[in-house]
C-alpha cells in the first residue's frame, strides 16, 4: 500500500505517499530500544496525553491500529449482536470489518457527492429500530459535518462514532477534528499523516470508558503491566472480563511523539501542494478535485479526482496511462459492499458511492513532494485529457 521511502523509490517514479520520518523518529525509537522498556509504558502513556491534548479529547488510548481501536469504540457502546451500525460503504473495508467484529451487523448509507461523507439525510433513509450507533467517517482527511451529524444523532437517541483514521490535523468549525467527539478512532498506518508504523487511538472526553478500554486493550487486566512495575512490590492482578491483545508498543510511541510535533508542518504542506494541485489541474475540463468544505479544512490524507462523463479515459485506464508514465497513483476510495466479504449483504441504493469510487483517483501528494514531481503529474493528466 505504501510506496518505498524516498531512498529506496525507483529515481524517476513518483510514488502515492511517502511517510515524513528522519533521524530523530530513528533516535527515539533507538532511544526507547535502549532504556530497555519496549512494549507498552511511560513512553505511550506520554503519547496519549499529548496525541488527546492536540486533538481537543480528555484521553487518550493507545491501541495497535484504528481497526482495533473501533473495535474497542464499539464495545465500551455495548454494540453486539442483533445490532445494526450505519457506517459508509464508501470508506476503507476496516470500518465496516470493526461492526461485524462485535456481532453486529454494518448497514450501509450513502454520501454526500462534494465530501464523500455520511450525512444526516443518508443516514436517516436506512436507519431502524435496531441501530445501535452511528459511524462516521472523516473520509481522506475531509472534515465530516460532525455538528450536524451529533445532532441528528442525539435527536435519534442513536450515538456517534467517528472514525477519524484520516484525518489527524482536519479542523472543522476552528477546532480539530476529536474535539467534543463521544468517541474517536485515529490511524497511525504510514498511508495516513502520523506514522508509528502500525498503530491506533482512541479519543474520549469519557474517563470511565478510558479505563474499560485500557482494561479491554490489555487481556482484561485491572491494573497494566506499566503499573504494576511502577509499584516496586507485588500487585496481583485479575482478569476481569475477556480483553485483548491490542496493545501499543513504547518503540511505536517514541516515534509518535516526534511525528506528532512535526504535524502541523505536515498538514501545511499538503495544503501547499493541494491548492497548487488545484490551480493547475483548473483548465482541464472534466476533472472535479477534492475540496474543503465551506464548515472546515482537511489535511488533504487523501487527495482525489473525481473524472466527469466527459472525461476521454476512464478511470482504470487512466491509472494505466499514468504508472506507464512513472506515476503511482491509486483507485479512489473504496465501496465495502462491492467486494467479495460482503457480497449478499443487503444493501440499498448508493449511486454516489458507486459513482465516487468508480470514477475517482487518488493522485501523489507526499511531504517531500516537489513541484516538479507535480508538474509531471498535471501534464500526464492534461495529455491524458487532450489527446485520447
Ligand atoms: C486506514 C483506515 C482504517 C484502518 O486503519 P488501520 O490503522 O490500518 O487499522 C480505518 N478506517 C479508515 C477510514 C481508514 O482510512
Not at 132 to 138: G, Y
Request: negative net charge.
Amino acid at each position: 500500500m505504501v510506496a518505498g521511502g524516498a531512498v529506496t523509490a525507483d529515481v524517476g517514479r513518483i510514488p502515492v505517499m511517502v511517510p515524513w520520518l528522519g533521524e530523530e523518529e530513528a533516535q527515539a525509537a533507538a532511544d526507547a530500544v535502549r532504556s530497555g522498556w519496549v512494549a507498552q509504558g511511560p513512553r505511550v502513556a506520554e503519547f496519549e496525553r499529548a496525541f488527546a491534548a492536540r486533538v481537543g479529547a480528555g484521553h487518550g488510548v493507545a491501541v495497535s491500529s484504528c481497526t482495533t481501536a473501533l473495535h474497542l469504540a464499539l464495545t465500551v457502546l455495548g454494540v453486539g449482536a442483533g445490532d445494526e451500525v450505519v457506517v459508509p460503504s464508501l470508506s476503507f473495508v476496516a470500518t465496516a470489518n470493526a461492526v461485524r467484529y462485535t456481532g453486529a451487523v454494518p448497514v450501509f448509507a450513502d454520501v454526500d457527492p462534494r465530501t464523500a461523507n455520511l450525512t444526516p439525510q443518508t443516514v436517516d433513509a436506512v436507519r431502524t429500530p435496531r441501530t445501535r450507533a452511528v459511524l462516521l467517517v472523516h473520509q481522506g482527511g475531509v472534515p465530516a459535518d460532525a455538528d450536524g451529524m451529533r445532532a441528528a444523532c442525539a435527536r435519534w437517541g442513536v450515538p456517534l462514532v467517528e472514525d477519524a483514521a484520516c484525518a489527524v490535523g482536519t479542523s472543522a468549525g476552528g477546532r480539530p477534528v476529536g474535539s467534543g467527539a463521544l468517541l474517536a478512532a485515529w490511524s497511525f498506518h504510514p498511508r495516513k499523516l502520523l506514522t508509528t508504523g502500525e498503530g491506533g487511538m482512541v479519543t474520549t472526553d469519557d474517563a470511565q470508558w478510558a479505563a474499560r478500554m485500557r482494561r479491554l486493550r490489555e487481556h482484561g487486566m485491572n491494573v497494566s503491566a506499566a503499573e504494576r512495575h511502577a509499584a516496586g512490590k507485588p500487585v496481583l492482578e485479575a482478569y476481569l472480563e475477556t480483553g485483548f491483545n491490542y496493545r501499543m508498543t513504547d518503540i511505536q510511541a517514541a516515534v509518535g511523539l516526534v511525528q506528532l510535533g512535526k504535524l502541523s508542518e505536515m498538514v501545511a504542506r499538503r495544503r501547499e501542494l493541494a491548492a497548487r494541485y488545484e490551480k493547475l489541474l483548473a483548465d482541464i475540463p472534466g476533472l472535479e478535485p477534492v475540496r474543503d468544505p465551506a464548515y472546515g479544512e482537511g489535511n488533504f490524507q487523501s487527495y482525489w479526482v473525481l473524472l466527469g462523463e466527459d472525461f476521454p479515459v476512464g478511470r482504470d485506464e487512466l491509472l494505466a496511462v499514468l504508472s506507464d508514465a512513472g506515476i503511482s497513483a491509486r483507485r479512489g476510495i473504496m465501496a465495502a459492499h462491492l467486494e467479495p466479504a460482503y457480497a449478499g449483504h443487503p444493501a440499498g441504493p448508493l449511486p454516489v458511492t458507486e459513482l465516487i469510487s468508480g470514477r475517482s483517483l487518488i493522485l501523489p501528494l507526499f511531504h517531500t513532494m516537489t513541484e516538479a514531481q507535480q508538474d509531471r503529474v498535471v501534464d500526464a493528466l492534461r495529455d491524458a485529457a487532450v489527446t485520447r
